[in-house]
T-cell receptor
Framework: GIQVEQSPPDLILQEGANSTLRCNFS?????LQWFHQNPWGQLINLFY???GTKQNGRLSATTVATERYSLLYISSSQTTDSGVYFC??????????FGKGNQVVVIP | DAGVTQSPTHLIKTRGQQVTLRCSPK?????VSWYQQALGQGPQFIFQ???????QRGNFPDRFSGHQFPNYSSELNVNALLLGDSALYLC??????????FGPGTRLTVL
């Protein structure tokens, strides 16, 4: 199956700082989603982005499908941005393969 | 739109018992997938149901089985529970080949 690697595994940020999370995947995909997992375990959809660039408020994402990576940008981080960010790629018909996640802690 | 719902929220079982978890998909979605998330790991795909049939299956033993009903809701059954089955079980719904949305999960503890 497709391998998904996320980096860095852990990140500590001062409130107001910017950061970039990276997702590398091992094969061509037709689906790529970024999620934020809250402390109760719910996966919150951030982006559906198999290719191209999207922005939603302070968050933006870019996927370069030909080079098999995606980036999630967090600007002007807030304490509510803390949590685990997951990249998941589609192996066809919505079977998603997840990375191990990026644990982000934003300090006031 | 209620989104994806799962029940129960938490469950405690003992080794050897059987458990049933339930999922109702988001309105308009006909595909339900189940994932297991162990502590500190990313979710792992268990299986997917579409048109009341299992369409894809991950690397999980036959102790894990499921069902999809005509209203697209789904159940995950796990027999002969092991300590290692303790995890967060997540249900995702989607239109076929569309964006997946996840429910809040069921946290299973096996003692």
């Amino acid at each position: 199956g497709i391998q998904v690697e996320q980096s860095p595994p852990d990140l500590i940020l001062q409130e107001g700082a910017n950061s970039t999370l990276r997702c590398n995947f091992s094969d061509s995909v037709n689906n790529l989603q970024w999620f934020h997992q809250n402390p109760w375990g719910q996966l919150i959809n951030l982006f559906y982005i198999p290719s191209g660039t999207k922005q939603n408020g302070r968050l933006s994402a870019t996927t370069v499908a030909t080079e098999r990576y995606s980036l999630l940008y967090i600007s002007s981080s807030q304490t509510t941005d803390s949590g685990v960010y997951f990249c998941a790629v589609g192996e066809g018909n919505n079977r998603l393969a997840f990375g191990k996640g990026n644990q982000v802690v934003v300090i006031p | 739109d209620a989104g994806v719902t799962q029940s129960p929220t938490h469950l405690i079982k003992t080794r050897g018992q059987q458990v049933t978890l339930r999922c109702s998909p988001k309105s308009g979605h006909d595909t339900v997938s189940w994932y297991q998330q162990a502590l500190g790991q990313g979710p792992q795909f268990i299986f997917q149901y579409y048109e009341e049939e299992e369409r894809q299956r991950g690397n999980f033993p036959d102790r894990f089985s499921g069902h999809q009903f005509p209203n697209y809701s789904s159940e995950l059954n796990v027999n002969a529970l092991l300590l290692g089955d303790s995890a967060l079980y997540l249900c995702a719904s989607s239109p076929f080949a569309g964006v997946s949305f996840f429910g809040p999960g069921t946290r299973l503890t096996v003692l």
